[in-house]
């Protein structure tokens, strides 16, 4: 069989007996399932949960050895407008503000839709979690974290990040399993979906981790098996830039995706892709984790570097407050990456613009062999170390110069410490990436995969980030509206929106 009696009491507890998971995989086949919920993730868990409770039969099953999903690593930070803990501090709240808002921060640029019907049912989602144990950090919610800030405290975190939202489900869960109201099977992944005459999914293939097929024929299908930001070769071939960074779910395959194009659904939203601020990687070698935090939020640390791009031009004010400025700003600039440069009395004088780094830890950065940290004598040194036109990077400090001493700065930046004039000069390569899926299949509004002339395939669906961070966020970083749209989703197709029966 392919669950081991380890790792199903790994993703379940002690309480699953080891007999009952030999019958599991036996039992499954047997069965026609009203749901077959692909994917054990952040939309998969509460979609089984709230369709076993409705009495609906159904099948997870998760190609990791582990349910949790994403949940494992991401930092799992929440928004959601009308909650009872926002009443209960007295903020006063609604999805229409919380919808105005995501407006603004993103420009327009959402699937209005579902990010209604997510903004609209973000609150019942979080006093579920809040009831079933959801530690929220003290002095939660708040306005924003890392992002554009929102207009109200409508921002939900815990310390133990996405695994407190899984912690709080999991009870639920093991207890639907262990009622043998949901069956799950662990180390299986759906290999292949197959439709009848009239469109619709008649069967769905599945093995489990020595190659075993199975094949179902469900009644309705729930594609919740995330997002493809661990396959670089579709990252490249959606986002157009290579995959940089290692940080996404390793069964982020994208395998969900291909499985739905392959019944007549398609890719949307591939065009909003957006990183971050650049991050500092921690190899020159990608995939490469990172290596460090820098602090490009002046609210936490004002700069006193200027960030220049392969140009060797500078591209934005510095210390602009605004996040989504900066990172709208870095969307513009070639292959993504900018350096931070400054000289030698920066070094000295200022805080270090890595988060828990010290000077020194900086100086030993500097003379390591890899390939994100730069020193040079002159400033045309430095330029060619990191490889942009000489003439153009000693124009960029001479006219930051020149702001510093006249306090009229060509971008507007306020913050003008000091020159950079000191040998030797210092850069720090920082590289846009993404650690998510902006483009994802296309859905109607109740959640059915959909064909480019817009019919539904009826008993396909789809939650989480198989629909695109494009869809829920649109251009921009809009805090915590990928988790909880995913678990709200996953929640009222659960709830609701599939028909059973
Ligand atoms: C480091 C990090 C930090 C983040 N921080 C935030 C944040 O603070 N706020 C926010 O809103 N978003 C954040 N995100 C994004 C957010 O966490 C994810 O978009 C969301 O959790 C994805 O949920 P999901 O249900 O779509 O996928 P998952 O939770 O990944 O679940 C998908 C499941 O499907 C399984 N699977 C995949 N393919 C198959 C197959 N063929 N057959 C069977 N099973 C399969 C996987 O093993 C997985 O368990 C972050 C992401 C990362 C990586």
Known sequence: MGISKRRFIQALGAATAATALGQTVAATRKRRYDLLVIGAGTAGIPAAIYAAARGASVLVIDAAATIGGTLLLTSGQMSAAGTRVQRQKGIDDTPDLFFQDLMRISRGTI???????????????????????????????????????????????????????LDAMRPQFTQAVNAGKVDLLLEHRAVELRTGASGTVSAVAVEDSGGKRIEYQPRNVLLASGGYASNAAMFEKLSGYPKYLDASYPFAQGQGQVLAESVGGYMRYAEKYLTNFGILLATSTIPSTKLATTIFHPQQRQPWEVYVNTGGRRFVREDVPSVDAREQSFRFQPHLRHWVVFDQSVLEKAPPILEGWTRDDMLAAFKAPDANFFRGATVQDLAQAIGVPEKALADTVEGYNYGVQTGNDFYGRKHLPTKLQTPPYYAIQHQGTSITSTAGIAVNDALQVIRRDGSAIANLYAAGEILGAGATQGQAFCGGMMVTPALTFGRLLGERMIRFG
Request: hydrophobic share 40%.
């Open 111 to 165: 699937d209005h839709s579902l990010a209604r019907l997510a903004v609209d049912n973000a609150a019942t989602t979080v006093d579920w979690l809040m009831d079933n144990g959801y530690p929220l950090l003290p002095g939660y919610p708040v306005e924003g974290v890392a992002h554009e800030p929102y207009s109200k405290p409508r921002y939900y975190w815990s310390e133990l990040r996405g695994v407190a939202i």
